[in-house]
Each structure stands twice: as C-alpha cells, then as structure tokens.
C-alpha cells in the first residue's frame, strides 16, 4: 500500500480533478447547492420539500445563526422553519441518507479514504426549557445537559473531505455513580449495551458507503481501541488505524507470548521524524522529533467477556486474534515542562519497515480533520446556540448543520489543496461574481473566474480577516457574502423590470 506521492504533479491533478468532480454537488448559493445535495430528500410532501429547501437555504447561507437571525427578521419565514422542525414527518434519518447518496458519489475514483471517527459532546446547559437532552459530564455529580454527537467524516488522503458517512447524536443517561460503579457496570454489560457500539455500527454504515474498488481505513483515537472493531474492520476488508489505549497482550510472529510495550521496547528505532503539531486545547504548536519503532504479531481477544457474560456465543471467541502493526511514536528527549508526544497506534495494514511505518503515522494525522469538523460546527456553524424545545427537533437542526459544516469545510480545504483551481468549484457563478464586485467596487467582471485562493481569500477580508491567509473559516465572509447576493438579485430583477 505504498503511495506515489514522488508524482506530485500527478497529485495535484488529481486533486484538482476530483474537485472537478465535486463541483456539481459541491457549489451553489445557499439554496442552489442545497438544492443540488438534497435533490433527492423525499418527505412523501411535496410542499414539505420546498419547506426544506428554503429553511436549508436560510440556515445554509447563514450558518452561524439559529433560526431567527438566518431567516433575517422575517417572522413567516422563521414560523415556516420551526415548523418544519417540528414536523414529524421529517427525520434526520432522510436528511441524513440523501446526504450520505451525495457522499457516496463523491468518494467514487478514489482509491483509498480515510473514515475518521469522533465523537463530541454538544452543550445546551442553557437551554433549560429544552427536553430530552441528557447529560455531556464526565464526572457523576452535577451533570452538564447536552447531547452526544459521533461522527465519521470521510476525507482523501490529501485531506479534502467528501461528506459524512455516518452520524448519530443521543442524550445519554444521567447516572449517578462512583468510576467503581461505572467499570461494573461496563464488565457486565455486551457490547451491544455499551455506548462504545457506535464505532462498530459507524463501520458498517461507512463500508456500505464504499466503491468496491476503494480502500476504506478507518482512524479513531484511543476510545476506539476496541477489539471487536478490530475484528469487524478486518473481516469486512477495510484497515484501520487506532491509538492503543493501554498495554495490551501480544503475541510475536513467532508465537510468544508478551505485551505491545515490551514488544516495542525490545526493538530497533526505524526512523526518527519531525512532527508538527498543531496548535490545541492542551498544547501550543511545536515540531516534536520522535523516534517511530514497529512490530507485528497478533493481539488476542482480550477476555470472552468483551461480548458480555449474557453471551452465549462468548466462549466461541475466546480463541480469536486479529494481526496487526504496532507502531510507536515516541518523542525524545522531550522538551523541558512539555508533556512528550507518545503514541502506540494499531493498525493492519503493514509498516514493516520505515517507509510504510511513517506511512501510517502520517495516515493518522489526518485524524486532526475530525476535530476540526467539530470546531467548525461549533464555531463556524453555532450548532449549540440553536434554540429548539425538544431533543428531537434539536437532533434534527444539527444534522442539517453538520451537513452544512462539511461544506463549509470543503470550501476551505479546496482553497488549502488547490488554491489555483477556478473558484467556481466552491462558490456558484452569482456568488463569485457578486463577489469580485463587491471587493473590487467595480460593476465590470473579469473575463475568467478567479481561483479558489483569490476567493477565499476575498471572502476572509469580507468577514474581516485583514491578513491575506486563506486558512480560517471563510464562514462569515461566506454568509456577508451571501446578503450581498441576495441585494445583487434584488436589483437585477429591478432592472430587468
Ligand atoms: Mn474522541
């Protein structure tokens, strides 16, 4: 599985190729790309639909507001979308599949793509009047009100993400128990009980997602670190790469038997690279030089109890193993009063030696997107300031919203990944038009569309980023952009008339 990134050229080809590719789903207003990824909702109303479409549109083309401030003070438009929440007849389920169509067609010709797993806790403390909600605490007294959002965002190996392949969102039960309590609770419980079955369920919906001549691997960090999704991902084909949680029984190529992390201490460093890691909620940027270190063997289930001493089928597994690559990174010497960079990831694809072993290191760093995906719907989108009275109607907004983060996400990426591609693969003909005038006060247009870069980049000093970076979230550019549209209509169809 050896990449051929020497072809940079090439990369950047495909790249811009497959945002080509996109560019039929992926663009539009507010209203025309939503038109264009949810062509296909179907609520059995056809006045529903266009319900839809407008409220989408409203929150798409505004996405960091809830509903009054989307639908611009127009109270019958905001009656029209806290009615269409309300309706029972629409589920998240419907938004959510006609979305996944889309996905699905984007990942088409891609030979490898990356799942990225997560899950997020979405605080509505405030939100006191809203039912349903349950709590986002980690600690068992005064629990925090929220919901609990886990998703895969499926992304190339460049980074460009192609849509969402999976996303459920729950209240979780506010139990008052000691950690004690909890292991318990846990150890007695079957796989299917635990809330740790989204992964496995998320990998059954994400590889009924995948062209058949696609490789799917599937990155989760170390809540993931799950033997049954080790299990599950191997027998459907698809990789995965998951940070070790902690130590866990080894068995070497040659049948002995011993533990990951003496496994590794015994060998030989491959490589030592340089990382950067990006800037987060525990640590400042920094470049770490870790030392990269792998070995393969298999990992034994850990007891039968995994699948719950209610199963009877349990002592059916207690035999099974699955093969993997344990790679660890490890940071030294670490600088002083930083904490080292230290990761064990697990993984079946090979990194025998130190090419296929940085491979993978690199492969799980796009792991990053998913958090950036949650930081776009938080921050970009506003998902926890929206205001509804039930869980339910909630559940249904942040599904929209989360489809709306992706292309928020995409546009960004686009601009990262091929900054020189025409921006028409991010904004419709009437946005980069509207646009160009708007920041060139000019009424004259150019004779070719911009690039993706010069747009963003537009679109960032419209939102008041005087730099002249394209990184950040165009999002608020994005929606000024889209009120400018709107007059740009407005005084078209004046003159035409
Ligand atoms: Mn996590």
Known sequence: ???????????????????????????????????????????????????????????????????????????????GAYRFFSNERVSESALFRTHCVQTQKRLEGHSLVFSLQDTSELN???????????????????????????????????????????????????????????????????????????????????????????????????????FELFRVASSLKTFFIIRNRKDRKFIDEKGKKTTVQTALSKTPILK??????????????????????????????????????TNKDASRHIHEKVHVSAISVKEQPPPEGVAPVEWVLLTNLTATDAFEAEEKVNWYRLR????????????????????????????????????????????????????????????SKIEWQTLYCRIQTTSRLPEHPPTVLQAITWLGQLGGFLNRRAEGLPGIGYEILQENVRLFIILNNKNCG
Not at 29 to 35: A, C, F, K, V
Not at 39 to 54: N, P, S, T, V, Y
Not at 179 to 200: A, C, F, G, N, V
């Open 1 to 79: 599985m050896k990449n051929d990134s020497g072809e940079i050229g090439l990369l950047v080809e495909s790249i811009v190729k497959s945002g080509n590719r996109h560019m039929k789903t992926v663009t539009g207003n507010g209203n025309e790309w939503i038109r264009g990824e949810f062509h296909q909702i179907d609520f059995g109303d056809k006045r529903l639909k266009e319900r839809f479409f407008e409220t989408a549109g409203l929150l798409s083309s505004k996405a960091s507001g809830s509903i009054h401030p989307s639908c611009h003070g127009s109270w019958s438009q905001a009656k």
């Open 124 to 226: 509505f403390d405030s939100h006191k009047k809203t039912e349903g909600l349950g709590s986002i605490s980690k600690a068992y007294h005064k629990h925090k009100m929220g919901l609990m959002l886990h998703a895969s965002l499926m992304v190339t190996q460049e980074g460009l993400p192609l849509g969402l392949s999976s996303l459920k969102c729950w209240s979780r039960v506010s139990r008052e128990e000691t950690p004690q309590e909890k292991q318990r609770r846990l150890y007695q419980s079957t796989m299917k009980e635990k809330e740790s079955i989204k992964w496995i369920e998320t990998l059954y919906e994400t590889a009924a997602l995948i062209p058949k001549d696609t490789c799917l691997i599937t990155l989760g960090d170390r809540e993931a670190d799950i």
């Open 272 to 309: 030592t690279i340089a990382l950067t890691l990006p800037k987060n909620q525990q640590r400042v940027a920094r470049t770490a030089y870790v030392d990269i270190r792998s070995i393969s063997g298999w990992l034994p289930i850990r007891n039968n109890l995994v699948y719950g001493p």
């Open 368 to 427: 990053w997107k998913i958090e950036e995906f949650f930081k776009t719907l938080k921050s970009g989108c506003c998902v926890e300031q929206c205001r509804l009275n039930t869980a339910t109607k909630l559940t249904k907004m942040i599904t929209l919203k989360s489809i709306i983060a992706f292309k928020l996400m995409y546009m960004t990426k686009m601009a990262a990944l091929c900054p020189e591609a025409t921006c028409t693969d991010v904004l």
